[in-house]
């Protein structure tokens, strides 16, 4: 007799209520088809992901909702919380599609927001932004642009993970992290014109906990761009170019500004790009400051700037002619850096005349240009140098 035939029936009510707790512990699925969604890359689709977004959110249940192969439409969308649970998935295996008439996101300031969530983690997708005529509208000096939006923001929010996904031709900044804790961003693919207009790669700023890892950014801009309030980011294994580098600031845009502190950059790869490892700051009054720095196992392939600290910049000359950054850099190694300058000057660290950049540290470093060692150009910058370091420092100690 099978086993199965031999269970008393005392046995069956254990039984029921073991498949049906199994059963809750399935997260709940949301398809955006059911929804209504139209993969025909022409037809808005924003009020269906609004209404799978409901369900999931509303959820009290873990819930994933899922968007099949195709291209979907969408004009701007906020997703907004709070939910009634912190474990929403987005797994997306089409491509997100911002109109091509630029004006119809253009002054939204972002395309694709996610606003007071918890534990949302979006998983594979393209997001394309659809920037190129917003580029050429600005090259063309045109005043009646619009200043475009950020294709995917992550405002005020905690737990986040993005991984696999790839955001082509945003028509400003690509990823923005803001006023967030604990975010993981992973295996993220970025691409834009190398002279396409303010198109940073991954932004982040008053945020703490972020993890940048295992990413290939090429852009107009900055790879990698941290602005002020951003503490405790790591990033790590990120190949840069085309691009402006990974820069820390501009800082000191703002009289009373929060700081930066407790920054890692590691193993990480530049080519072709403006900038390397950058720090920079406006060329006036502020509170701000960036301390507790590492850069360190970086490769330069004809990089413009390998190494710069700008604490006088001042675009068009306008605001700040005259004044010196009030920005106090302190506490920054350099660590195994090398590779090529495509300039004469591989070090550059133009500090404030107000506030001298302390502790500085150069570790192993060993930039060439044109098969002859680089130059290094300091002013107002205290620190030391040790093991290889190529060119020699100029560093006062």
């Given amino acids: 007799m099978s086993t199965s035939m031999s269970l008393p029936i005392k046995f069956l009510p254990f039984l029921l209520i073991l498949f049906f707790s199994s059963s809750l512990a399935i997260p709940l699925s949301y398809n955006v088809l059911s929804f209504g969604a139209r993969p025909d890359g022409q037809t808005d689709s924003v009020k269906s992901f609004l209404a799978a977004w409901a369900q999931a959110c509303g959820s009290a249940e873990a819930a994933t909702i899922y968007v099949p192969p195709g291209r979907y439409l969408l004009s701007n969308v906020v997703f907004q919380g709070q939910c009634k649970n912190n474990d929403i998935t987005i797994r997306i295996d089409g491509t997100l599609v911002a109109p091509a008439d630029y004006h119809v996101i253009g002054n939204a300031e972002n395309w694709i927001l996610f606003e007071h969530v918890s534990g949302v983690s979006i998983n594979g997708g393209v997001l394309d932004g659809q920037g190129a005529g917003l580029w050429a509208c600005k090259k063309s000096d045109n005043s009646n642009c619009p200043s475009g939006a950020t294709t995917l923001r992550f405002s005020n929010s905690d737990n986040?993970?993005?991984?696999?996904?790839?955001?082509?031709?945003?028509?400003?900044?690509?990823?923005?992290?803001?006023?967030?804790?604990?975010?993981?961003?992973?295996?993220?693919?970025?691409?834009?014109?190398?002279?396409?207009?303010?198109?940073?790669?991954?932004?982040?700023?008053?945020?703490?906990?972020?993890?940048?890892?295992?990413?290939?950014?090429?852009?107009?801009?900055?790879?990698?761009?941290?602005?002020?309030?951003?503490?405790?980011?790591?990033?790590?294994?990120?190949?840069?170019?085309?691009?402006?580098?990974?820069?820390?600031?501009?800082?000191?845009?703002?009289?009373?500004?929060?700081?930066?502190q407790n920054v890692t950059v590691t193993s990480v790869t530049f080519t072709g790009t403006q900038n390397g490892v950058r720090i920079k700051s406006w060329g006036r009054t502020s509170s701000g400051y960036a301390r507790n720095i590492l850069f360190q196992h970086a490769l330069m392939n004809n990089v413009d700037n390998p190494i710069i600290i700008d604490q006088n910049y001042c675009p068009d000359n306008e605001n700040c002619p005259g004044q010196a950054s009030g920005v106090k850099i302190s506490d920054v190694i350099y660590q195994d850096i090398h590779g090529t300058s495509a300039t004469e000057v591989g070090v550059k660290l133009d500090c404030s005349s107000k506030n001298l950049c302390t502790g500085i540290s150069l570790e192993d470093v060993k930039l060439i240009y044109k098969n002859q060692p680089a130059e290094a150009s300091c002013t107002n910058a205290d620190g030391s140098a040790s093991g290889f370091v190529l060119p020699n420092s100029c560093l006062k100690t």
């Fill in 160 to 260: 986040v993970v993005i991984n696999g996904l790839a955001s082509v031709d945003s028509q400003m900044f690509h990823i923005v992290i803001n006023g967030c804790n604990d975010v993981k961003v992973q295996g993220v693919k970025v691409s834009a014109a190398g002279d396409s207009p303010n198109t940073d790669g991954i932004h982040v700023q008053s945020s703490s906990g972020v993890t940048i890892l295992d990413s290939k950014i090429g852009t107009g801009d900055d790879c990698v761009s941290v602005g002020p309030g951003a503490t405790n980011l790591w990033i790590e294994n990120v190949a840069c170019g085309p691009g402006h580098g990974i820069s820390i600031g501009s800082l000191g845009k703002e009289q009373q500004e929060a700081r930066v």
